[in-house]
């Protein structure tokens, strides 16, 4: 058990700083976009966005996954699977340069043309480093990702700061996607182009196991793809642009804590779990300490957005984003359900159970594509962010009773652990609140609003931790005087 910790516990440090870097760098982005925008155009880079992670999924086809997970994958067939995303990567090229004038009649945004044609150039460069990343990743070598991740994201945020002041900002979020996927793939296959380098060999028929594996991981991220943003293409289409320039603003400030924290704990479980595959006591004790650090760091910050939305809003993007703020409290449910969501992937796959994770998100996908259908039609985001939280709540109980079935998870375990970060963060939580209704009954601009409770709710949660963790402050004391 040690062994399985001491191994994520290496690879978060070096995930940690750049998730940190990445995500400090995208808030300011997105920042900046929310002020130079209007709601519409904040709309469209949602879109945008959505467009571009979806086409990231097909152009992995799910081999990324069945690389990491088998044990030993031969050099003939890594050379076959790398021409494979090259040929992909055209494919995506090609389709998005043609169809991008049905893609745009859908959502009524004829502007989406121009800018997926500049947008499919990413996809001729992001192939090239593909199979590099995998092996990478496979051989725990974070520090050369990190590296790797966090250069090409301060590149990609400058070309978007010039460009957005000289240019459209729109034009210029597209063109800093290309430099940011392009870039990244360039420097992963010169990183690791000295240990293994692509050879002129295409033999399908010896990649059987690792492509019937991808096919249905790939299936399975399609499915899931299209069910978490099934929200956005469908408000997009029927609520129009200002609507989702709405969600949009809220989906993101919601998701940053669940997509860029969360990679730092599952990016480095899907390759240590895969090494223990056949040990339900270590992933037992994997997954549960996995669950307990995501839920130390995302609990506190997502429940107390519930409480100071508003304020947040007003200070970070401005009055014309306030109607945002009760949708941002719901959101935030979501958005918990989804942090202790996220790790089941690592484990179910780590299993090589790639065909159970496509049958459940399909299943889920089903259930929230009708209730969302049915939610947008009302012309209410309140009542399509309820069903997204229901859903969610669905899901989050069907993902406890199959690792239950999986790996002999228990609930009384599982309970303890989350209990331990919950409790700290739920009193953070009202301490925030009640320091709110003092701010609001004082008249304190929206600033001190926002910064007094967070200053003292960050101060009351230090406090927590060291009387709930006393050993990991003892342990980082004792580190600190020695440095």
Same mark, same amino acid.
């Given at each position: ?70 044990? !030993? ?245 401005? !009055? ?40 459940? !998100? ?122």
């Amino acid at each position: 058990m040690a062994g399985i910790r001491s191994q994520m516990l290496l690879g978060v440090k070096w995930t940690s700083l750049s998730t940190i870097t990445i995500t400090f760098i995208q808030i300011v982005q997105f920042g900046l976009l929310a002020h130079r925008l209007s709601v519409a155009q904040f709309g469209l880079v949602g879109l945008l966005t959505t467009l571009t992670l979806f086409s990231q999924i097909l152009l992995d086809m799910g081999i990324g996954s069945a690389v990491i997970q088998k044990e !030993d994958v031969a050099p003939h067939i890594l050379s076959t699977l790398f021409w494979l995303n090259i040929i992909m990567g055209f494919f995506l090229f090609v389709f998005l340069t043609v169809a991008s004038p049905l893609i745009a009649d859908f959502f009524h945004r004829e502007e989406l043309v121009h800018l997926l044609r500049v947008l499919s150039f990413m996809f001729l460069i992001a192939p090239i480093g593909q199979q590099s990343q995998y092996l990478l990743q496979k051989e725990l070598r974070f520090q050369e990702l990190a590296i790797i991740e966090m250069a090409s994201t301060i590149l990609a945020f400058i070309v978007l700061i010039v460009f957005m002041f000289i240019g459209d900002p729109v034009y210029a979020f597209v063109l800093s996607q290309v430099i940011l996927y392009g870039i990244k793939s360039l420097l992963y296959f010169l990183c690791y182009i000295n240990t293994w380098r692509p050879s002129f060999v295409f033999n399908l028929s010896g990649c059987k196991d690792v492509l019937k594996f991808g096919v249905y991981q790939l299936l399975s991220r399609v499915v899931n793809r299209i069910g978490s943003n099934m929200d956005v293409i469908l408000i997009g289409r029927f609520m129009g642009a200002e609507a989702l320039g709405v969600y949009n603003l809220v989906y993101q400030v919601i998701t940053i804590p669940v997509l860029r924290i969360n990679p730092i704990m599952t990016r480095v479980a899907f390759p240590v779990f895969s090494k223990n595959q056949h040990d339900n006591t270590a992933l037992n004790d994997g997954f549960l300490h996995m669950t307990e650090l995501l839920s130390l760091v995302t609990f506190p910050i997502l429940l107390g957005l519930t409480v100071v939305s508003k304020s947040f809003i007003i200070t970070f993007f401005g !009055d014309k984003w306030v109607g945002a703020t009760e949708i941002m409290s719901i959101m935030s449910i979501v958005g918990i359900l989804r942090v202790l969501m996220n790790p089941n992937g690592s484990v179910i796959l780590a299993k090589g159970k790639a065909t159970i994770a496509f049958y459940w !998100d399909a299943g889920v996908l089903l259930i929230y594509g009708i209730g969302l259908y049915f939610a947008v039609k009302t012309d209410d985001l309140q009542i399509v962010a309820w069903t997204y939280a229901v859903v969610s709540l669905v899901n989050f109980f069907i993902g406890r009773w199959l690792l239950a079935w999986l790996i002999e998870l228990r609930w009384k375990a599982y309970i303890r652990t989350i209990a331990r970060p919950l409790g700290p963060s739920l009193l953070i939580t009202a301490a925030a609140y009640l320091l709110t209704l003092s701010c609001t009954s004082l008249r304190l601009e929206a600033v001190w609003s926002l910064v007094l409770p967070v200053m003292v709710a960050a101060i009351l949660y230090v406090f927590l931790l060291r009387r709930a963790y006393p050993s990991f402050f003892q342990r980082f004391k004792k580190g600190a005087l020695k440095s």
